[in-house]
């Protein structure tokens, strides 16, 4: 079957879990919240000090303790960041390989599958983060375009080259080096039917985010007019386009399990499935069957 029907069924299976199951959209929000909740308690005290002295916060800032404490304080936020938002995605992938296997999913059941790989989850998140702290640090080292390609470019084929590993740290036994040439391998065999099912895919998302800009232009307009109307449009804009965000993360972490299901089984149909993971994270396509003999003269 060529790329572009594997893509369209893929895209309807994807659309299809999200529908059926409207809970996967629960997690993104949780991981959003409890993101919003650790910079909060990073950065509450900081502003606290700030507010109630300036110049003495300004002052102790420039301190060599003041400084060190500060990046700590950064540099541990960072990582946490990370392993929230690798975390929550593995529990969204494992969430849609229930329900793509037909089975009934919750957000308990990804949350669980992603616990069971919670230090394997925490050493990707700290070599992940790693690795994004050294694009950052070399592209800053070059002004203007070249450091902007730099970082493009790196931050691109890292993002490729890492795009099954969460689902490679879920249902295989590898290590975090196995797991990155693993996904680097699978990503290669799905990259048309990646291409088209983003592009499908992507014309949704892009639709949905359109849809706040019509409330946020009357919200603007009306705000001479009317202030109440208008602030009420732009909050509804802004709930428009925060769902538009979760709708695209859960949109991507199905995608991203029914790419991995597709380059592991060649399937996506559950029917078509066999009825566990596990047994098909290696799967390797059947030769093709030998050309019938030739009748004889």
Same mark, same amino acid.
Request: glycine residues 10%; proline residues 6%.
């Given at each position: 079957?060529?790329?572009w029907?594997?893509?369209v069924?893929?895209?309807?299976?994807v659309?299809?879990?999200v529908?059926?199951d409207r809970?996967?959209?629960?997690?993104?929000?949780?991981?959003g919240?409890l993101?919003?909740a650790?910079v909060? #308690?990073?950065?509450?005290?900081?502003?606290?000090?700030?507010?109630?002295?300036?110049?003495?916060?300004?002052?102790?800032?420039?301190t060599?303790?003041?400084t060190?404490?500060l990046?700590?304080s950064?540099l541990?936020?960072?990582?946490?960041?990370v392993?929230?938002?690798?975390f929550?995605?593995?529990a969204l992938i494992?969430?849609?390989?229930?329900?793509?296997?037909?089975?009934?999913?919750?957000?308990?059941?990804?949350?669980?599958?992603?616990?069971?790989?919670?230090g394997?989850?925490?050493?990707?998140?700290?070599i992940?983060?790693?690795?994004?702290?050294l694009?950052r640090?070399i592209?800053?080292?070059f002004r203007?375009?070249v450091?902007l390609i730099?970082?493009?470019?790196a931050?691109i084929?890292?993002?490729v080259?890492t795009?099954f590993?969460l689902p490679?740290?879920l249902?295989?036994?590898?290590?975090?080096?196995?797991?990155?040439?693993?996904?680097?391998r699978?990503?290669?065999?799905?990259?048309g039917?990646w291409?088209?099912t983003?592009?499908l895919l992507g014309?949704i998302?892009v639709? #949905?985010?359109l849809?706040?800009?019509?409330?946020f #232009?009357g919200?603007?307009?009306?705000?001479?007019?009317s202030l109440?109307?208008?602030?009420a449009?732009?909050l509804?804009a802004? #709930?428009?386009w925060?769902?538009?965000m979760?709708f695209a993360?859960?949109?991507?972490?199905?995608?991203r399990?029914a790419?991995?299901?597709?380059?592991?089984?060649g399937?996506?149909?559950p029917?078509?499935?066999?009825?566990?993971?596990?047994q098909?994270a290696?799967?390797?396509?059947l030769?093709?069957?030998p050309p019938?003999p030739?009748?004889?003269?």
């Amino acid at each position: 079957m060529g790329r572009w029907s594997d893509s369209v069924r893929i895209t309807k299976a994807v659309l299809r879990t999200v529908r059926e199951d409207r809970a996967l959209l629960l997690l993104p929000l949780l991981s959003g919240l409890l993101m919003l909740a650790a910079v909060a #308690v990073v950065f509450v005290p900081y502003l606290t000090l700030f507010l109630v002295n300036p110049s003495g916060m300004l002052a102790w800032v420039h301190t060599t303790g003041g400084t060190a404490l500060l990046v700590v304080s950064f540099l541990v936020l960072y990582f946490v960041l990370v392993f929230l938002s690798n975390f929550f995605f593995a529990a969204l992938i494992g969430a849609s390989m229930l329900k793509l296997d037909g089975k009934n999913a919750t957000v308990g059941d990804g949350l669980r599958i992603a616990w069971a790989k919670r230090g394997r989850l925490l050493v990707w998140s700290l070599i992940a983060g790693t690795v994004g702290l050294l694009i950052r640090a070399i592209a800053s080292r070059f002004r203007g375009i070249v450091g902007l390609i730099i970082a493009a470019g790196a931050g691109i084929t890292w993002s490729v080259a890492t795009y099954f590993v969460l689902p490679v740290i879920l249902y295989e036994e590898n290590s975090a080096w196995r797991s990155l040439v693993r996904s680097a391998r699978l990503f290669g065999g799905t990259f048309g039917r990646w291409f088209f099912t983003n592009l499908l895919l992507g014309l949704i998302i892009v639709g #949905v985010f359109l849809l706040g800009l019509v409330p946020f #232009v009357g919200g603007i307009l009306l705000l001479a007019t009317s202030l109440a109307l208008g602030i009420a449009l732009l909050l509804v804009a802004v #709930v428009v386009w925060v769902f538009a965000m979760i709708f695209a993360t859960t949109v991507e972490g199905v995608l991203r399990a029914a790419l991995y299901r597709y380059a592991t089984t060649g399937q996506v149909d559950p029917a078509f499935l066999p009825s566990t993971l596990p047994q098909i994270a290696n799967f390797q396509p059947l030769p093709p069957p030998p050309p019938p003999p030739l009748p004889s003269a």
